[in-house]
Every structure is written in structure tokens, then in C-alpha cells.
């Protein structure tokens, strides 16, 4: 079988390597064909640098590389052209300043064509480099890649000085290149973020962002299609071992690492992920350990915001991103932690939701974490199991118990200072984990039940209060006819009010009441 390219960012060394290349050439050609500046935002690890790889060694015409791939025979490989690749990720920009680092790294690809730069200003070497590569080889390929890091890498409140400095000064360095159109044929940036579109690229103004664009949303990421076809022998080999048919294996792959979508229809599986499923063979948590999502927790908590689920947002939320006031949907989505369910075209309107079990059950296992200060994640999962055996066992006391033991593990400054929002993001954060095990609803707005959860023969409607009374929960439980649309199923319904007080520090009055016919 082929190699695994797991890690692996340039297609030099993939195919020195005789790795598996899911053919994306045919939308490359329709993107090199149909614009000249673009933008494309994704997450990490999602294959990014990877595409600037590919783009590289097309416009340099290395066509040995593309021996059996669609482009192969669909390009002008004699037209050569230079090119200007940059990776902020490689850029020393901590060791040194932004500036300092960009033009040595300038320097180094002057090197790499025979000359050296003599402007000492960032702005002036950079234009000097487009020029010089102009005037000696033709018009030139800018391809940057990560351009966002010296940003996204400080926006600790502690350290938004320094994001807003290298700022600056990415703006001043962008500047150049809408004046140096002529002496360009192509221009790709890739980033995580969108929110210094506005701020960094000001001067271009005549980039083509293609982040959410129908057309290009499958350029990263594996389909359906290419995942069954690319990865055949792996997957026949995998389901031998676990004891799965086919279907079986497949339906179990798609919940874990695909659902990623940028338009609403098409759906991606996450590459990292599956590549290094396909490789260890257990489905486990791959893409979301390799990055810590600590700042965005940090920020959930400042916020007290923790309802991401089918959160309904228009086109302009990824467009408002700004240093000093991070929108936390926004970052979520563009960071890789929500994805788009549904778009709407015509209003611009779309509803946002976590892509898949590794992301969901991960995020809930580090808010609850955060929330409980706990450092153990594996006692928060027992502590799930143990209310899903107990609410599919229609033992409430010992939910009951459990949740006081939850919340006794609260640190005092919660109840000091009455953080009544605490407690919702808390229970909503338990009760949608409790959903990856079991059928639970959570909704956070108006006119719907705090949590439903089911189980093949029971449904339990949750209602909670906070300093006020089990009993006037019930009466919105009633109020609001939270069962009616379950007088259906046929299975038992129950009504429990719960009220939390924040003096005694946790579960001070607990209700049931029959609610079915």
C-alpha cells in the first residue's frame, strides 16, 4: 500500500516518498485560470501548505512531479515563472522583530536567484525583490502561507501589544504588493483567521477571498468520494481487523473526523484526523491534541458564553475579528471548532455547529475542565458514563447526586461571586456531552426546555432555576408545554425542576412530575 503522508507539507517530499496525493489538480487549474489574487482561510493542519507546495512546483514547471495526475497533461509546463513563497510559520519572529525576520527571510529567496537585496526598510526589499525577479525571469508568484501567525500567536490579553505591533506591520508589508500589480501573475494567501482582512490588507483591496466560496470549498480536505477511492486498501484492511463491514466502518469514520463544510452542502473529512486513523487504526481524538485550545476556553470563560451549538450567524460575524475584541464565534469557526450545517445564499444567513464527535466530545471534555477546575479529563468522562448509566437506569436520585457532586467541586469564587452564568454554562456544557452518549437536546433560547434528554424508553424534560424555586420550574415546564412534542413516542415522560442555589453551593430543591398521557 501506499504511504500515509501524515505530517508530510510538500509535494516534493510526498511523491520522493511515494505517498497517497488525493488529485485536487482540476480545481487548481480552475483557480490558477479565473483570478489572479486570493485568499483562503482554513484551520490548521487542514492541508494548507500543502496547496501553496503544489501551486509552487506548478508555476516553477516541475512537471516529473505530476506524472499521473489530472493536470499532467492539462498545463503549459515550459512557461516557468520565479517565485516569492513565504511561510510565517518558518519566519523567526519571536528571536527577532517581524521586520527583521520577513527580510532575512527575503534575503534568503534573493539568494536562491543570484542577487543580493541592498534596500535596509522592509517595504523597500520587498519591492526591490518583485522587481529584480521581474526584470530577470518575468513576472513573479507570491504564495504566503500562515500569514496570520505573528498574530493569532499573541492574542493573550497579556500580549496584545505585540499582536497589534506585528500588525503594522504586516499592513506595511502587504502595501506593496497592489503597486507592484504589473510585474505579478498570481497571488495566494492562506491563513486561519479573516480578521485582519480589513486591517492588514486595506491596500489590496482586489483580493478574491474564496474561504466560503461554493466552487472551492472541497480544495481542502478529503470527500466521500476520495477518501473510498485514495484510501481503499487501507479502509478493506481496517475493517478485516475491527470486525466491521464496510458500511459499518464507514458510518463510524464519517461521525468521528468528516462534517467540515465552508458552504453548506459539501462536507470534508478532516485529513490529519483520518490520515492518522487510516494509520493507527483507533478511532481517538488526533487533530484537536495537537492543538490546545486554552485561549479560546479563556475566552469562553471571560465571556460566559459556552451555547455554540446551532448558533445562527450572518456572512459578516467571520468579518468582525479584532485584536482587542475577539468574537468567539467568529474564532471558533475560523479556528476549526465549528462548522457551517445550513447556508442560505440568498439572506447570507448560516447555522453553525461542532463538525464532528472528536471536536465535540473534545470541546466539552476542556470546558467542563475549565469550568470545574478540574485537571483529571478522564474522571469528567466516568462522571458522564455514570449519569447516562443512571438516567438510562431511571435512578433521578443518583442524578441528582451526581450533579451536587459536580458542582461541590466548584471553586468558591464561583459561589462568592453568584455567577449565575457559571452554573448555565456548566450544566448546558453536561448535559450536550451527555448527548454524544444518549439522545439529549440542550437550547439556550427562549421557550424551549434547558435540556431534554432520551433514552430508548424514557424522555426526561429538565428545567433549571438559580436562586428561585424546583417549583417554578415545573410551572414554565407546563407553562410552556416543554412535553407536548414528545406525547407521541410513546415513552414515559417526566418533568424534573431544579433549582440552584448559590448559598448552599448546589442543588437545594429537586421536582419530578409525570407528563405524559
Not at 495566494?188 to 472551492?216: C, M, P, Q, Y
Not at 462536507?267 to 478511532?283: C, D, H, S
Amino acid at each position: 500500500m501506499k504511504f500515509l503522508p501524515i505530517g508530510i507539507q510538500t509535494l516534493t517530499e510526498l511523491r520522493a516518498f511515494d505517498g497517497i496525493y488525493v488529485d485536487k489538480t482540476r480545481m487548481i487549474k480552475d483557480l490558477l485560470l479565473t483570478g489572479k489574487y486570493y485568499f483562503m482561510a482554513r484551520p490548521r493542519r487542514f492541508g494548507k501548505s500543502l496547496l501553496v507546495s503544489t501551486l509552487k512546483e506548478i508555476f516553477k514547471g516541475n512537471k516529473e512531479l505530476f506524472a499521473g495526475l489530472w493536470i499532467e497533461n492539462q498545463w503549459d509546463w515550459s512557461q516557468q515563472y520565479p517565485v516569492v513563497h513565504l511561510s510565517f510559520d518558518a519566519i523567526q519572529f519571536k528571536e527577532m522583530t517581524l521586520a527583521e525576520g520577513i527580510g532575512h527571510e527575503l534575503q534568503l529567496i534573493a539568494d536562491q536567484y543570484g542577487f543580493k537585496l541592498e534596500a535596509s526598510d522592509l517595504k523597500l526589499r520587498f519591492k526591490e525583490l518583485i522587481q529584480e525577479l521581474y526584470k530577470a525571469h518575468g513576472q513573479v508568484v507570491l504564495l504566503i502561507d500562515e500569514y496570520d501567525k505573528p498574530i493569532l500567536d499573541y492574542l493573550e490579553k497579556s500580549k496584545t501589544e505585540k499582536a497589534k505591533e506585528n500588525q503594522d506591520t504586516l499592513r506595511e508589508f502587504y502595501a506593496v504588493v497592489k503597486s507592484a500589480d504589473q510585474y505579478l501573475r498570481f497571488v495566494f494567501i492562506t491563513g486561519i483567521s479573516k480578521f485582519s482582512r480589513v486591517s492588514i490588507f486595506s491596500h489590496l483591496n482586489n483580493l478574491i477571498d474564496i474561504t466560503l466560496n461554493a466552487k472551492f470549498s472541497t480544495l481542502l480536505g478529503y470527500t466521500q468520494e476520495e477518501l473510498e477511492h485514495y484510501f481503499a486498501e487501507y479502509l478493506e484492511e481496517i475493517a478485516e481487523e475491527l470486525k466491521l463491514s464496510k458500511p459499518e466502518l464507514m458510518a463510524e469514520i464519517k461521525t468521528w473526523y468528516n462534517g467540515y463544510s465552508w458552504d453548506g452542502q459539501q462536507r470534508v473529512y478532516n485529513p490529519f484526523g483520518t490520515l492518522n486513523f487510516l494509520y493507527n487504526k483507533e478511532f481517538q481524538n488526533y487533530w484537536f491534541a495537537t492543538g490546545s485550545p486554552k485561549f479560546l476556553i479563556e475566552q469562553m470563560r471571560d465571556k460566559q458564553f459556552y451555547h455554540f451549538e446551532n448558533r445562527e450567524v450572518d456572512n459578516t460575524t467571520f468579518e468582525r475579528f479584532d485584536v482587542e475584541n475577539v468574537d468567539l464565534v467568529s474564532l471558533f469557526f475560523l479556528g476549526g471548532y465549528l462548522t457551517i450545517k445550513q447556508r442560505d445564499r440568498f439572506t447570507g444567513l448560516m447555522l453553525l455547529d461542532y463538525p464532528n464527535k472528536e471536536v465535540r466530545e473534545s470541546m466539552y471534555r476542556w470546558a467542563i475542565d475549565d469550568l470545574t477546575k478540574n485537571p483529571n479529563r478522564e474522571n469528567i468522562g466516568r462522571t458522564i458514563g455514570d449519569l447516562r448509566d443512571a438516567l438510562l437506569q431511571n435512578d433521578l436520585k443518583r442524578v441528582q447526586v451526581i450533579l451536587n457532586a459536580i458542582l461541590a467541586d466548584l471553586p468558591a469564587e464561583v459561589f462568592q461571586n453568584q455567577s449565575e452564568g457559571l452554573y448555565h454554562g456548566l450544566i448546558h456544557v453536561l448535559f450536550s456531552y451527555l448527548g454524544i452518549f444518549v439522545q439529549s437536546e440542550v437550547h439556550s433560547s427562549q421557550g424551549r426546555a434547558d435540556a431534554v434528554v432520551q433514552t430508548p424508553d424514557r424522555i426526561f424534560v429538565f428545567e433549571f432555576k438559580f436562586n428561585q424555586s424546583a417549583e417554578a420550574a415545573i410551572e414554565q415546564i407546563f407553562e410552556k408545554k416543554y412535553a407536548d412534542k414528545y406525547l407521541a413516542s410513546g415513552k414515559q415522560i417526566t418533568g424534573i425542576g431544579i433549582n440552584f442555589s448559590t448559598s448552599t453551593r448546589g442543588i437545594n430543591e429537586w421536582k419530578e412530575v409525570s407528563l405524559h398521557k
